[in-house]
């Protein structure tokens, strides 16, 4: 199997795995939550498997995962993997902010700088768009949740937080190419081929779901 659809799959897998049983179970999220589990623990066994280690942002995005859901379904309360986007957003715009202060430099050049070369200059303005997107994604989901419906927050869980972020990351890589800053050009060109077929392939997953 293709080694980017295979990454494609564990970092998109669950939330579509969750999307699949929370309408074929007639919209329960106590149905819904534990194969969301389940499948965020797989991925996250496959990712050790072909990197032999395991990112930190995705291990904790997959131990909230599932805290939260299993808090979900102990108090029969939807509250908890409703706030759980909010906690990871807020816990990474935190690590962004103060990581720098255990790193000495940006958190995202720890995390990017085998891919794009950029001054200190650049990391920094990457380091505070992605603290500002993160918080701005934490409050747009407290709103999400509070003023609609379930199912709403639902879909814009799964088709509304992966667009925006799609949106988000191409948009700095087409400013990182404005930038007077010392750029691996063929990196850049990587990551664009990159995030146009995991577009490519969210929007063929979409519209199969949308046939069905």
């Known amino acids: 199997m ?23 179970s007639g919209k329960d999220l106590k149905v819904a939550i534990p194969p969301f589990i389940i499948a965020t623990i797989i991925a996250l066994l496959i990712v050790w498997i072909l990197e032999k280690k395991i990112p930190k942002m995705p291990l904790v995005g ?12 102990y108090f029969n309360n939807p509250i908890f993997i409703y706030i759980k986007p909010t906690i990871i957003n807020i816990l990474f715009g935190l690590t962004l902010i103060f990581g720098r202060y255990f790193t000495n430099e940006p958190v995202l050049k720890k995390l990017m700088s085998k891919s794009i070369s950029l001054t200190d200059e650049g ?8 603290i500002y997107f993160f918080f701005a994604l ?5 709103a999400v949740w509070r003023t609609q419906s379930e199912e709403f927050w639902v879909n814009f869980k799964v088709w509304g937080l992966l667009p925006i972020t799609f949106i988000f990351t191409a948009f700095q890589i087409g400013k990182i190419m404005d930038y007077p800053f010392r750029v691996n050009k063929l990196d850049l060109v ?15 997953i979409l519209s199969q779901k949308i046939k069905t």
């Open 190 to 204: 990587y990551l664009k081929m990159q995030l146009k077929m995991l577009y490519i392939k969210f929007v063929k």
């Open 123 to 130: 990391w920094e303005i990457l380091n505070k768009r992605w």
């Open 62 to 73: 997959g131990i909230l995962i599932t805290l939260f859901g299993g808090l979900t379904i």
């Open 138 to 142: 934490a409050i747009l989901n407290e």
């Open 2 to 24: 293709n080694k980017s659809f295979l990454k494609f799959l564990t970092d998109f897998g669950p939330l579509i795995i969750f999307f699949y049983y929370y309408y074929d």
